[in-house]
């Protein structure tokens, strides 16, 4: 155990028992059991997620859980400053941070020790404020750059890998027409994030017979080639990095695909999609792209009006 002062406030740090921790820390008010309280203000799927975590033995949740000691508690140093000591109460400890933590420990069967951090001596509004600043001054993680680290932790599924090495090579590849419009591991203006080109691509992947990248590819880079260059036709070029307009693009891509494919059969090249994609955008309004409805599928509901009109069969 460790006293720590940082600024005006001092705590204490060490660990617990898992199963100790979940019964004598409370989320909500004091009337209400620590348990049941859980169940009402917690992700209750987000606990599990934990608990299994835990008992397929993964490993390690390491960040500390924050309590703020209650007058049930009756907390003690003994022990030379080596021990603390507390009287058991379901309203011994209020949590200020790590609840699902907390609620994911106490549905694993795995027991463990817990690293936490013990406030003593809060009152209500200093709880509060400790609440305030630790809810607003800590960032999560963007999910950009969790799904950018995912490959070097070898944690990706299948689908993760296939769309990792498409991001890739539009990424690098000097003949791919989103080269310099791709952010790996960050939101950037002007650019198409992982998370964006992982939502726009990841429902068309169903409609490949093939895993390989090596041979998706090809096919969209030649759509979105064409798609890129109809854009830039109807001045609205720079809508390509706009995600509503990245992920309507792949919603019709079924639709236009099985239209090359009728004409051409299996041919993604350039000129197919061409074949199939110029009148769509003597059709589309331009200032449905430019300022694009907010949901993808209204957009794509759009580009498939202008697909279909005019159609006539010879």
Known sequence: MSFVTQGKHRFYTLTMPSDVLASCCFATNREEDPIEGFQRVLDNKRAQDIADYMDMGFGT???????????????????????????????????????????????????LRVPVVIYNGLSKQEESRLFIDINTKQRPVPNELLLDIKKLADFEDDKEVVLGELFDSFNSDQDSPLIGLLS????????????????GIKPILTAFATNSSSV?????????????????????????????????????????????????????KEEAFLDVMTNMFTRIKPVALIKPPRSHKELAMELSKALKSGFIIG
């Open 184 to 199: 790996s591991s960050a939101k950037a203006t002007g650019k198409i994030s992982r998370v964006t080109f992982y939502a």
């Open 216 to 268: 998706i590819y090809p096919a969209l880079r030649s759509y979105i080639r064409v798609f890129y260059s109809g854009l830039t036709t109807i001045g609205a070029r720079q809508s390509i990095v706009n995600p509503t307009v990245f992920r309507a693009i792949f919603e019709i891509f079924p639709e236009i695909a099985q239209r090359v494919v009728d004409r051409h059969g299996p041919n993604f």
């Open 61 to 111: 949740i390491p960040s500390s859980i924050i309590l703020s000691a209650q007058p049930d508690a009756q907390l003690k140093d003994v022990g030379k400053g080596k021990t603390l000591e507390f009287t058991f109460s379901k309203h011994s400890f209020l949590i200020i941070d790590g609840q699902h933590r907390v609620f994911g420990f106490a549905k694993a069967n795995t027991k």
